[in-house]
């Protein structure tokens, strides 16, 4: 079936620093990508959806000069959160969806937990 | 805003016992409705799912969900847990001509021998 990774499952980072988190589509090629947020005991979040070659839409409320997405592959999209606070830490978890695939057949990655100290 | 509710947060049964955990939604036109689960250490898996047609749908591993649209509701079940369905279990929806994925809450399923 389809695989989706992360990678690194978690990381803990100092406040100002910014963390790299990738997301890979193993056996598939994948024109988007979502990226979800979710806080404990809440639901996913999405953040954005990153179509393979084009800039990521981002849904309201979600800062894009400061979660930087970039889909530069078919199989590769990276999240970075740049100048982490406190605040940013929680659970990043990525998707996938093959091309002309309806929107709910996304696979998903294991996720990253942030910590930022 | 719209949004997915799942009343249950956590939920522990005995093997062999009925699941019914509960989902509604607050939206007044079509959606699509879905049900993941996560077992532990894994990622999100899709359960089933609910474009059109009979409102009872069956998905994987003996669990169906059914949409009651007057309730706005698609409560999932299983007539009988085991033990290897302890895990989390999100309720989704799609709003009619978007493209987002909306999920609830989740509700932490954990089932003991």
């Known amino acids: 079936g389809a695989v989706v990774s992360q990678h690194p499952s978690w990381v803990i980072c100092k406040s100002g620093t910014s963390v790299k988190i990738e997301c890979r589509s193993l056996d598939f090629q994948a024109t988007t990508m979502f990226w979800y947020r979710q806080f404990p005991k809440q639901s996913l979040m999405l953040m954005a959806t990153?179509?393979?070659?084009?800039?990521?839409?981002?849904e309201q409320g979600v800062e894009k000069d400061k979660f930087l997405i970039n889909h530069a592959s078919l199989t590769l999209s990276t999240l970075t959160v740049t100048s982490a606070h406190p605040e940013d830490s929680s659970f990043y978890i990525c998707?996938?969806?093959?091309?002309?695939?309806?929107?709910?057949?996304?696979?998903f990655g294991p996720g990253t937990r942030l910590t930022v100290t | 805003a719209q949004s997915v509710s799942q009343h249950n947060h956590h939920v522990i049964l005995s093997e062999a016992a009925s699941l019914e955990l509960g989902c509604n939604y607050s939206y007044g036109g079509t959606v699509n409705l879905f049900w993941y689960v996560q077992y532990p250490g894994q990622h999100l898996q899709l359960l089933l799912k609910y474009f059109s047609g009979d409102p009872l749908v069956k998905g994987i591993k003996g669990f169906e969900a059914e949409f009651i649209k007057s309730k706005f509701s698609f409560n999932l079940r299983k007539p009988s847990v085991q033990w290897s369905d302890t895990a989390e279990y999100f309720c989704a929806v799609i709003l009619y001509n978007t493209d987002k994925l909306i999920f609830g809450t989740g509700t932490r399923l954990q089932v003991f021998p």
């Open positions: 998707s996938a969806s093959p091309p002309a695939s309806n929107i709910y057949e996304q696979y």
């Open positions: 990153s179509n393979e070659g084009s800039k990521a839409t981002y």
